[in-house]
T-cell receptor, first 114, second 117 residues
């Protein structure tokens, strides 16, 4: 099992450009999450999904959109990138909700917006 | 307040020493407190976790101490090893009632631990 994979690993964008980050999991998990990690700020939840076809906003959703067309995939889109979106993005998945269900994280995507 | 305050920001420990990382919270609705370990270039991975009805949980060299009345919890790494060098995040879980009810993790800001031989 590959677990949670993310593509791409690195990306540089110019302000105003758009891109999509792909997250895939092979654990048949219902719940998927997108976080951003910034120095000194820990991980902050951007959007999450509780199952195929569902999405919901997290703590910092502005400037991002998501889609969960297939259970195993969770896409994060930036329609018009801004320098403030320079960050490391992590996808995670879990079998259920509730803190006791471990969230499994992908290796991250480092995004730089110039 | 949905915040978790973590300290110190960085920690240097000699091999064999004890590493201690502290976290504090305000919201009594938090009901689960995991610790995540993150190595450079990797995603965080669950290390150990505790529920608020337990005061201590030990797994090998890693122990969580939980003080419900003080709203504080801490991670103790006994006999610290160079392989423990990583960033550690405390977190707290809370149920959120929105379009989809779910539990969310609120992370602390992280502690970079360096263990020197």
């Amino acid at each position: 099992n590959a677990g949670v994979t993310q593509t791409p690993k690195f990306r540089v964008l110019k302000t105003g450009q758009s891109m999509t980050l792909l997250c895939a999991q092979d654990m048949n998990h219902e719940y998927m999450y997108w976080y951003r990690q910034d120095p000194g700020m820990g991980l902050r939840l951007i959007h999450y999904s509780v199952g195929e076809g569902t999405t919901a906003k997290g703590e910092v959703p502005d400037g991002y959109n998501v889609s969960r067309l297939k259970k195993q995939n969770f896409l994060l889109g930036l329609e018009s990138a801004a320098p403030s979106q320079t960050s490391v993005y992590f996808c995670a998945s879990s079998y259920g909700t509730g803190g006791s269900y471990e969230q499994y994280f992908g290796p991250g995507t480092r995004l730089t917006v110039t | 307040q949905q915040q978790v305050k973590q300290s110190p920001q960085s920690l240097i420990v000699q091999k064999g020493g004890i590493s201690i990382i502290n976290c504090a919270y305000e919201n009594t609705a938090f009901d689960y407190f995991p610790w995540y370990q993150q190595f450079p270039g990797k995603g965080p991975a669950l290390l150990i976790a505790i529920r608020p009805d337990v005061s201590e949980k030990k797994e090998g060299r890693f122990t969580i101490s939980f003080n419900k009345s003080a709203k504080q919890f801490s991670l103790h790494i006994m006999d610290s090893q160079p392989g423990d060098s990583a960033t550690y995040f405390c977190a707290a879980s809370i149920t959120v009632y929105q379009a989809y009810n779910t539990d969310k993790l609120i992370f602390g800001t992280g502690t970079r631990l360096q263990v020197f031989p």
